[in-house]
Protein backbone atom coordinates (compact mmCIF):
# COMPACT_ATOMS: atom_id res chain seq x y z
CA UNK A 1 0.00 0.00 0.00
CA UNK A 2 1.20 3.20 -0.56
CA UNK A 3 0.41 6.53 1.15
CA UNK A 4 0.78 9.15 -1.68
CA UNK A 5 3.48 9.34 -4.33
CA UNK A 6 5.46 12.69 -4.92
CA UNK A 7 8.10 13.71 -8.17
CA UNK A 8 11.91 12.85 -7.96
CA UNK A 9 13.76 15.62 -6.08
CA UNK A 10 15.48 18.66 -7.27
CA UNK A 11 19.31 17.85 -6.02
CA UNK A 12 20.15 21.49 -6.69
CA UNK A 13 18.57 22.50 -3.87
CA UNK A 14 19.95 22.08 -0.68
CA UNK A 15 17.72 22.70 2.62
CA UNK A 16 16.28 21.10 5.39
CA UNK A 17 14.19 17.96 4.33
CA UNK A 18 10.46 17.56 5.36
CA UNK A 19 9.71 14.18 6.71
CA UNK A 20 6.04 14.99 6.43
CA UNK A 21 6.44 14.05 2.88
CA UNK A 22 7.52 10.07 3.50
CA UNK A 23 6.56 7.79 1.08
CA UNK A 24 5.23 5.11 3.13
CA UNK A 25 5.03 1.48 1.65
CA UNK A 26 3.55 -1.78 3.13
CA UNK A 27 4.09 -4.92 1.27
CA UNK A 28 6.33 -7.61 0.11
CA UNK A 29 9.93 -7.43 1.93
CA UNK A 30 13.33 -8.73 1.07
CA UNK A 31 15.05 -8.33 4.27
CA UNK A 32 17.39 -10.62 6.82
CA UNK A 33 16.30 -11.36 10.41
CA UNK A 34 17.90 -10.43 13.28
CA UNK A 35 19.39 -13.69 14.04
CA UNK A 36 22.21 -12.11 11.03
CA UNK A 37 23.69 -9.57 14.50
CA UNK A 38 25.05 -12.96 15.94
CA UNK A 39 27.66 -12.79 13.52
CA UNK A 40 28.73 -9.23 14.53
CA UNK A 41 28.31 -9.45 18.11
CA UNK A 42 30.14 -12.62 18.91
CA UNK A 43 33.08 -10.86 17.57
CA UNK A 44 32.17 -7.96 19.94
CA UNK A 45 31.64 -9.83 23.27
CA UNK A 46 34.38 -12.01 23.62
CA UNK A 47 33.63 -14.50 26.47
CA UNK A 48 29.62 -14.46 25.55
CA UNK A 49 27.57 -17.24 23.53
CA UNK A 50 24.43 -17.09 21.22
CA UNK A 51 22.39 -20.16 21.43
CA UNK A 52 20.18 -19.35 18.44
CA UNK A 53 16.79 -22.02 19.63
CA UNK A 54 15.10 -22.55 15.88
CA UNK A 55 15.19 -24.65 12.93
CA UNK A 56 17.95 -25.96 10.49
CA UNK A 57 16.77 -22.85 8.41
CA UNK A 58 18.33 -20.72 11.10
CA UNK A 59 21.34 -22.56 11.24
CA UNK A 60 22.22 -22.51 7.57
CA UNK A 61 21.41 -18.63 7.68
CA UNK A 62 23.60 -18.26 10.81
CA UNK A 63 26.47 -20.54 8.85
CA UNK A 64 25.96 -18.51 5.37
CA UNK A 65 26.07 -15.01 6.75
CA UNK A 66 29.24 -15.97 9.04
CA UNK A 67 30.71 -17.38 6.04
CA UNK A 68 34.26 -18.57 6.01
CA UNK A 69 34.85 -18.00 10.00
CA UNK A 70 35.14 -21.16 10.76
CA UNK A 71 36.56 -21.31 14.19
CA UNK A 72 37.88 -24.39 16.34
CA UNK A 73 35.48 -23.24 19.02
CA UNK A 74 32.74 -21.02 17.46
CA UNK A 75 30.71 -18.94 19.42
CA UNK A 76 27.37 -19.37 18.18
CA UNK A 77 25.44 -22.39 17.43
CA UNK A 78 21.96 -23.30 16.94
CA UNK A 79 19.86 -25.74 19.16
CA UNK A 80 17.54 -27.59 16.37
CA UNK A 81 14.04 -27.67 17.18
CA UNK A 82 13.11 -31.03 15.40
CA UNK A 83 9.29 -31.73 14.11
CA UNK A 84 8.81 -33.93 17.41
CA UNK A 85 9.10 -30.50 19.03
CA UNK A 86 6.93 -28.97 17.01
CA UNK A 87 4.62 -31.09 16.90
CA UNK A 88 4.47 -31.09 20.98
CA UNK A 89 5.90 -34.63 21.94
CA UNK A 90 9.06 -33.47 23.48
CA UNK A 91 9.28 -31.69 26.06
CA UNK A 92 11.67 -28.57 24.90
CA UNK A 93 12.12 -27.34 28.00
CA UNK A 94 14.24 -30.32 29.15
CA UNK A 95 15.84 -30.65 25.86
CA UNK A 96 17.19 -26.89 26.21
CA UNK A 97 18.35 -27.23 29.88
CA UNK A 98 20.30 -30.78 28.41
CA UNK A 99 22.05 -28.48 26.11
CA UNK A 100 22.86 -25.75 28.11
CA UNK A 101 24.20 -28.07 30.76
CA UNK A 102 26.52 -29.37 27.86
CA UNK A 103 27.32 -26.38 26.20
CA UNK A 104 28.61 -24.65 29.95
CA UNK A 105 30.36 -28.05 30.74
CA UNK A 106 32.34 -28.23 27.13
CA UNK A 107 32.90 -24.64 27.33
CA UNK A 108 33.68 -23.37 30.80
CA UNK A 109 35.10 -20.44 29.06
CA UNK A 110 31.45 -18.91 28.28
CA UNK A 111 30.58 -16.12 31.02
CA UNK A 112 26.96 -14.88 28.91
CA UNK A 113 25.00 -16.97 27.40
CA UNK A 114 22.09 -15.53 24.96
CA UNK A 115 19.43 -17.89 24.01
CA UNK A 116 18.40 -15.91 20.72
CA UNK A 117 14.66 -17.06 19.82
CA UNK A 118 13.70 -17.38 16.27
CA UNK A 119 10.34 -17.59 14.26
CA UNK A 120 10.09 -21.37 15.15
CA UNK A 121 10.39 -20.73 19.09
CA UNK A 122 7.92 -18.31 18.52
CA UNK A 123 5.97 -20.01 16.88
CA UNK A 124 5.69 -23.16 19.59
CA UNK A 125 5.39 -20.19 22.01
CA UNK A 126 8.57 -21.40 24.01
CA UNK A 127 9.31 -18.99 26.65
CA UNK A 128 13.23 -17.93 26.33
CA UNK A 129 12.83 -15.32 29.15
CA UNK A 130 11.49 -17.87 31.72
CA UNK A 131 13.90 -20.16 30.33
CA UNK A 132 17.03 -17.76 30.59
CA UNK A 133 15.76 -16.81 33.78
CA UNK A 134 15.30 -20.71 34.95
CA UNK A 135 19.17 -21.45 33.91
CA UNK A 136 20.68 -18.12 35.45
CA UNK A 137 19.71 -19.58 38.74
CA UNK A 138 21.47 -22.91 38.10
CA UNK A 139 24.45 -22.06 36.72
CA UNK A 140 24.85 -18.80 38.87
CA UNK A 141 27.22 -17.08 39.70
CA UNK A 142 29.53 -18.48 36.81
CA UNK A 143 27.36 -17.76 33.87
CA UNK A 144 24.88 -15.39 33.22
CA UNK A 145 21.94 -16.45 31.04
CA UNK A 146 19.83 -13.72 29.08
CA UNK A 147 17.38 -13.92 25.93
CA UNK A 148 16.46 -11.95 23.39
CA UNK A 149 14.26 -12.36 19.58
CA UNK A 150 15.88 -12.61 16.47
CA UNK A 151 13.09 -13.18 14.82
CA UNK A 152 12.20 -12.50 11.23
CA UNK A 153 8.64 -11.90 11.71
CA UNK A 154 8.24 -7.94 10.75
CA UNK A 155 12.05 -6.79 11.97
CA UNK A 156 14.98 -5.56 9.95
CA UNK A 157 18.61 -7.87 10.55
CA UNK A 158 19.75 -4.88 12.33
CA UNK A 159 16.91 -5.31 14.85
CA UNK A 160 18.91 -8.62 16.34
CA UNK A 161 21.36 -6.14 17.57
CA UNK A 162 19.15 -3.81 19.43
CA UNK A 163 16.75 -6.62 21.14
CA UNK A 164 20.39 -8.07 22.26
CA UNK A 165 21.66 -4.81 24.01
CA UNK A 166 17.95 -4.25 25.25
CA UNK A 167 18.31 -7.70 26.91
CA UNK A 168 21.32 -6.55 28.74
CA UNK A 169 20.43 -3.29 30.10
CA UNK A 170 18.29 -4.72 32.91
CA UNK A 171 21.88 -6.34 33.95
CA UNK A 172 23.68 -2.92 34.25
CA UNK A 173 24.55 -2.09 37.94
CA UNK A 174 22.67 0.65 39.45
CA UNK A 175 25.22 4.22 39.37
CA UNK A 176 25.85 4.80 43.09
CA UNK A 177 24.25 8.03 44.21
CA UNK A 178 27.85 9.85 44.40
CA UNK A 179 29.01 8.47 40.78
CA UNK A 180 30.21 11.58 38.88
CA UNK A 181 28.51 12.61 35.31
CA UNK A 182 30.00 9.43 32.86
CA UNK A 183 29.47 8.69 28.78
CA UNK A 184 28.06 5.80 27.36
CA UNK A 185 28.56 4.94 23.70
CA UNK A 186 26.14 2.20 22.76
CA UNK A 187 25.77 0.06 20.24
CA UNK A 188 28.45 -2.43 18.91
CA UNK A 189 31.35 -1.07 16.81
CA UNK A 190 34.59 -2.53 16.13
CA UNK A 191 37.37 -2.62 18.90
CA UNK A 192 39.76 -0.63 16.35
CA UNK A 193 37.26 2.06 16.39
CA UNK A 194 36.46 1.98 20.50
CA UNK A 195 40.01 2.60 20.76
CA UNK A 196 39.85 5.78 18.55
CA UNK A 197 36.80 6.83 19.97
CA UNK A 198 38.04 6.79 23.33
CA UNK A 199 41.25 8.34 22.91
CA UNK A 200 39.08 11.25 21.49
CA UNK A 201 36.90 11.42 24.44
CA UNK A 202 40.60 12.10 26.56
CA UNK A 203 41.48 14.39 24.32
CA UNK A 204 38.57 16.59 24.78
CA UNK A 205 38.57 15.62 29.02
CA UNK A 206 35.86 13.28 28.87
CA UNK A 207 37.52 10.53 30.93
CA UNK A 208 34.80 8.02 32.02
CA UNK A 209 33.42 6.62 29.23
CA UNK A 210 31.49 3.21 28.65
CA UNK A 211 30.70 1.25 26.11
CA UNK A 212 27.44 -0.86 25.75
CA UNK A 213 28.36 -3.95 24.80
CA UNK A 214 31.53 -4.08 26.33
CA UNK A 215 34.29 -6.69 25.48
CA UNK A 216 33.72 -8.65 28.61
CA UNK A 217 30.65 -9.92 30.34
CA UNK A 218 32.39 -8.80 33.52
CA UNK A 219 32.64 -5.11 32.40
CA UNK A 220 28.87 -4.18 32.35
CA UNK A 221 28.74 -0.54 32.90
CA UNK A 222 26.65 1.20 35.76
CA UNK A 223 23.91 3.37 34.16
CA UNK A 224 21.66 5.74 35.97
CA UNK A 225 20.92 9.12 36.21
CA UNK A 226 24.23 10.55 35.78
CA UNK A 227 24.69 8.81 32.46
CA UNK A 228 24.64 10.55 29.19
CA UNK A 229 24.42 8.38 26.33
CA UNK A 230 25.24 8.70 22.46
CA UNK A 231 23.89 6.29 20.09
CA UNK A 232 26.45 4.73 17.55
CA UNK A 233 23.90 2.91 15.61
CA UNK A 234 21.05 4.56 14.31
CA UNK A 235 18.74 1.19 15.00
CA UNK A 236 18.65 0.88 18.63
CA UNK A 237 15.67 2.43 19.73
CA UNK A 238 14.66 -0.51 22.13
CA UNK A 239 17.44 -0.14 24.12
CA UNK A 240 17.81 3.90 23.98
CA UNK A 241 13.90 3.42 25.72
CA UNK A 242 15.34 1.25 28.32
CA UNK A 243 18.53 3.05 29.18
CA UNK A 244 15.85 6.16 29.44
CA UNK A 245 13.84 4.48 32.01
CA UNK A 246 16.73 3.72 33.80
CA UNK A 247 17.24 7.69 34.16
CA UNK A 248 19.68 7.79 31.51
CA UNK A 249 19.78 10.87 29.14
CA UNK A 250 20.28 10.37 25.56
CA UNK A 251 22.14 13.30 23.62
CA UNK A 252 20.72 13.72 20.39
CA UNK A 253 22.92 14.00 17.65
CA UNK A 254 23.83 13.16 14.26
CA UNK A 255 25.73 9.60 13.83
CA UNK A 256 29.76 9.11 13.55
CA UNK A 257 29.63 8.39 9.53
CA UNK A 258 32.13 11.03 7.41
CA UNK A 259 33.58 13.81 8.78
CA UNK A 260 30.51 15.91 9.29
CA UNK A 261 28.80 13.42 10.97
CA UNK A 262 31.79 12.29 13.39
CA UNK A 263 32.59 15.81 14.51
CA UNK A 264 28.88 16.78 14.87
CA UNK A 265 28.55 13.49 17.25
CA UNK A 266 31.90 14.20 19.45
CA UNK A 267 30.82 17.71 19.52
CA UNK A 268 27.45 16.95 21.08
CA UNK A 269 29.53 14.93 23.99
CA UNK A 270 31.88 17.56 24.35
CA UNK A 271 29.27 20.59 24.94
CA UNK A 272 27.48 18.39 27.41
CA UNK A 273 30.11 17.78 29.04
CA UNK A 274 31.20 21.39 29.55
CA UNK A 275 33.98 21.14 27.41
CA UNK A 276 35.40 24.49 26.43
CA UNK A 277 35.29 24.95 22.41
CA UNK A 278 39.16 25.79 22.64
CA UNK A 279 39.40 21.68 23.65
CA UNK A 280 36.96 20.57 21.72
CA UNK A 281 38.37 22.55 18.74
CA UNK A 282 42.31 21.26 19.62
CA UNK A 283 40.97 17.09 19.94
CA UNK A 284 38.73 16.61 16.79
CA UNK A 285 40.88 18.78 14.15
CA UNK A 286 43.40 16.72 13.11
CA UNK A 287 41.54 13.82 13.19
CA UNK A 288 38.71 16.16 10.88
CA UNK A 289 41.81 16.85 9.06
CA UNK A 290 42.89 13.34 8.17
CA UNK A 291 39.00 12.27 7.19
CA UNK A 292 39.19 15.19 4.75
CA UNK A 293 42.61 14.52 3.00
CA UNK A 294 41.15 10.65 3.04
CA UNK A 295 37.92 11.68 1.44
CA UNK A 296 39.08 13.61 -1.09
CA UNK A 297 40.48 10.76 -3.53
CA UNK A 298 37.15 9.82 -3.75
CA UNK A 299 35.14 12.87 -4.60
CA UNK A 300 35.22 13.16 -8.08
CA UNK A 301 34.66 9.33 -8.61
CA UNK A 302 31.50 9.85 -6.31
CA UNK A 303 30.29 13.38 -7.09
CA UNK A 304 27.63 13.57 -9.37
CA UNK A 305 26.39 9.75 -8.89
CA UNK A 306 22.73 8.81 -9.05
CA UNK A 307 22.10 6.80 -5.41
CA UNK A 308 19.26 4.67 -4.68
CA UNK A 309 19.02 2.91 -1.21
CA UNK A 310 16.64 0.07 -0.83
CA UNK A 311 15.54 -0.18 2.94
CA UNK A 312 17.84 -2.90 4.86
CA UNK A 313 19.94 -2.11 7.51
CA UNK A 314 18.28 1.27 8.71
CA UNK A 315 21.66 2.67 8.21
CA UNK A 316 20.56 4.41 5.16
CA UNK A 317 19.44 8.02 6.06
CA UNK A 318 22.93 8.98 7.86
CA UNK A 319 24.70 7.36 4.75
CA UNK A 320 22.41 9.36 2.56
CA UNK A 321 23.90 12.40 4.51
CA UNK A 322 27.08 11.48 4.32
CA UNK A 323 26.66 10.61 0.60
CA UNK A 324 24.93 13.83 -0.60
CA UNK A 325 26.74 16.27 1.77
CA UNK A 326 30.37 14.98 1.70
CA UNK A 327 30.71 13.13 -1.55
CA UNK A 328 28.38 15.16 -3.97
CA UNK A 329 26.12 12.13 -4.54
CA UNK A 330 22.71 12.96 -5.63
CA UNK A 331 19.85 11.13 -3.60
CA UNK A 332 17.54 9.19 -6.15
CA UNK A 333 15.57 7.48 -3.62
CA UNK A 334 16.73 6.94 0.60
CA UNK A 335 14.65 3.90 1.57
CA UNK A 336 14.76 2.79 5.63
CA UNK A 337 12.60 -0.11 6.71
CA UNK A 338 11.80 2.15 9.92
CA UNK A 339 12.05 6.10 10.48
CA UNK A 340 12.87 6.80 14.08
CA UNK A 341 12.22 10.39 13.36
CA UNK A 342 13.55 11.57 17.23
CA UNK A 343 16.50 9.65 16.86
CA UNK A 344 17.08 10.41 13.45
CA UNK A 345 16.05 14.13 13.70
CA UNK A 346 20.06 15.87 13.00
CA UNK A 347 20.30 13.42 10.20
CA UNK A 348 16.79 13.72 8.76
CA UNK A 349 17.59 17.63 8.74
CA UNK A 350 20.53 17.92 7.07
CA UNK A 351 19.00 15.91 4.43
CA UNK A 352 18.23 18.56 0.94
CA UNK A 353 14.53 19.32 0.94
CA UNK A 354 12.48 17.54 -1.78
CA UNK A 355 14.50 14.10 -1.39
CA UNK A 356 11.92 10.84 -1.93
CA UNK A 357 12.39 9.67 1.68
CA UNK A 358 10.50 5.96 1.29
CA UNK A 359 9.49 3.94 4.73
CA UNK A 360 8.78 0.13 4.80
CA UNK A 361 9.16 -1.52 1.51
CA UNK A 362 6.76 -3.10 -1.05
CA UNK A 363 9.59 -4.35 -2.99
CA UNK A 364 8.09 -4.42 -6.42
CA UNK A 365 6.92 -1.01 -6.65
CA UNK A 366 10.14 0.40 -5.01
CA UNK A 367 12.04 -1.71 -8.08
CA UNK A 368 9.70 -0.31 -10.79
CA UNK A 369 10.99 2.78 -9.18
CA UNK A 370 14.50 2.13 -8.79
CA UNK A 371 14.54 0.40 -12.94
CA UNK A 372 12.73 3.67 -13.58
CA UNK A 373 15.45 6.02 -12.50
CA UNK A 374 18.16 4.12 -13.49
CA UNK A 375 20.49 4.97 -10.60
CA UNK A 376 24.36 5.33 -10.77
CA UNK A 377 24.67 2.59 -7.48
CA UNK A 378 22.21 0.88 -5.79
CA UNK A 379 22.72 -0.58 -1.64
CA UNK A 380 20.48 -3.31 -1.06
CA UNK A 381 20.16 -6.22 0.80
CA UNK A 382 21.69 -9.74 -0.74
CA UNK A 383 18.37 -10.81 -1.99
CA UNK A 384 17.98 -7.80 -4.73
CA UNK A 385 22.19 -7.41 -5.58
CA UNK A 386 22.28 -10.65 -7.27
CA UNK A 387 19.31 -9.47 -9.78
CA UNK A 388 20.13 -5.84 -10.46
CA UNK A 389 23.61 -6.65 -11.31
CA UNK A 390 22.24 -9.35 -13.62
CA UNK A 391 20.17 -6.03 -15.27
CA UNK A 392 23.25 -4.30 -15.43
CA UNK A 393 23.25 -2.35 -12.57
CA UNK A 394 26.17 -1.48 -9.85
CA UNK A 395 25.33 -2.73 -6.35
CA UNK A 396 26.58 -2.17 -3.07
CA UNK A 397 25.08 -5.21 -0.13
CA UNK A 398 23.95 -3.15 2.60
CA UNK A 399 25.73 -5.88 5.17
CA UNK A 400 28.68 -4.86 4.59
CA UNK A 401 28.50 -1.72 6.30
CA UNK A 402 28.15 -4.13 9.85
CA UNK A 403 30.71 -5.36 8.73
CA UNK A 404 33.20 -2.92 8.39
CA UNK A 405 34.50 -0.46 10.81
CA UNK A 406 33.21 2.73 8.94
CA UNK A 407 32.45 5.07 12.17
CA UNK A 408 34.74 7.86 13.10
CA UNK A 409 37.45 10.07 11.47
CA UNK A 410 39.49 7.73 10.60
CA UNK A 411 37.59 4.98 8.77
CA UNK A 412 35.97 8.15 6.79
CA UNK A 413 37.90 7.19 3.49
CA UNK A 414 37.31 3.55 3.86
CA UNK A 415 33.80 4.23 4.17
CA UNK A 416 33.62 6.32 0.80
CA UNK A 417 35.93 3.27 -1.06
CA UNK A 418 33.08 0.83 -0.26
CA UNK A 419 30.92 2.86 -2.45
CA UNK A 420 33.52 3.72 -4.72
CA UNK A 421 34.58 -0.04 -5.12
CA UNK A 422 31.76 -1.30 -7.06
CA UNK A 423 31.54 1.75 -9.56
CA UNK A 424 35.32 1.32 -10.35
CA UNK A 425 35.09 -2.49 -10.62
CA UNK A 426 32.31 -1.44 -13.54
CA UNK A 427 33.85 0.89 -15.19
CA UNK A 428 36.72 -1.99 -15.44
CA UNK A 429 33.92 -4.37 -17.29
CA UNK A 430 33.29 -1.91 -19.45
CA UNK A 431 36.42 -1.15 -21.00
S1 LIG B 1 14.52 -16.71 12.61
FE1 LIG B 1 12.87 -16.94 11.09
S2 LIG B 1 13.54 -15.67 9.34
FE2 LIG B 1 15.35 -16.03 10.64
S3 LIG B 1 16.33 -17.84 9.72
FE3 LIG B 1 15.01 -18.57 11.40
S4 LIG B 1 13.05 -19.07 10.36
FE4 LIG B 1 14.22 -17.76 8.95
Request: negative net charge; glycine residues 8%; charged residues 25%.
Amino acid sequence: MNAFDRPLPNPSRNTTCDTSQVLKESGQREVFCGLTGIVWLHRKIQDAFFLVVGSRTCAHLIQSAAGVMIFAEPRFATAIIEEKDLAGLADMNDELDAVVARLLERRPEIKLLFLVGSCPSEVIKLDLPRAASRLSKSHAPDVRILSYSGSGIETTFTQGEDTCLASLVPELPAQPADADDNLLVVGALADIVEDQFRRCFEAMGIEKVDFLPPRRAADLPAVGPKTKFLLAQPFLAETSGILEERGAERLPSMFPLGAEGTEKWFRTAGEAFGVSEDAIERALAPGRQRAHTALEKYRSLLGGKRLFLFPDSQLEIPLARFLQREMGMELVEVGSPYLHRAHLADELDALPDGVLISEGQDVDRQLDRCRDAQPDIVVCGLGLANPLEAEGMTTKWSIELLFTPIQGFEQAGDLAELFARPLVRRLKLEV
